[in-house]
């Protein structure tokens, strides 16, 4: 992508980014690569879950109870025997993907301003 590239503010507007708490955590082991499936409470939009190649950075119990940022608008998409509900929202590093998080809690279902 152009970095000089321009968003609209009402392109931005589509984009449905979202704060939610993970509620459950399990195990993906039918994942190409590692992964972890989650599930994650979005407050009015509902509990929505997703497969999440965070596997090399974060354990079970360091996922679980933490508000994340997801993008809820995205067409569900199939990963294997798995469906995917929303994407997960982080930062490649060259030791795995760094997870976007929200620096104080916030009601889950909040939208990213």
């Not at 965070?54 to 995205?74: D, P, T």
């Not at 929303?86 to 909040?110: D, K, Q, S, Y």
């Amino acid at each position: 992508m152009d970095a000089d590239a321009t968003l609209s503010w009402p392109d931005f507007e589509k984009v449905r980014l979202c704060a939610g708490t993970v509620v459950r955590v399990e195990a993906f082991p039918e994942a190409r690569k590692p992964a972890w499936k989650l599930w994650v409470d979005f407050g009015p939009y509902g509990v929505r879950k997703t497969s999440a190649q965070v596997k090399a950075l974060y354990s079970e119990s360091e996922l679980l109870g933490r508000q994340i940022v997801g993008v809820i608008n995205f067409p569900p998409k199939q990963v294997g025997p798995f469906l995917s509900e929303f994407l997960l929202t982080g930062f490649p590093t060259e030791e795995g993907v760094v997870i976007a998080t929200v620096e104080r809690p916030v009601p889950n279902g909040t939208r990213l301003a």
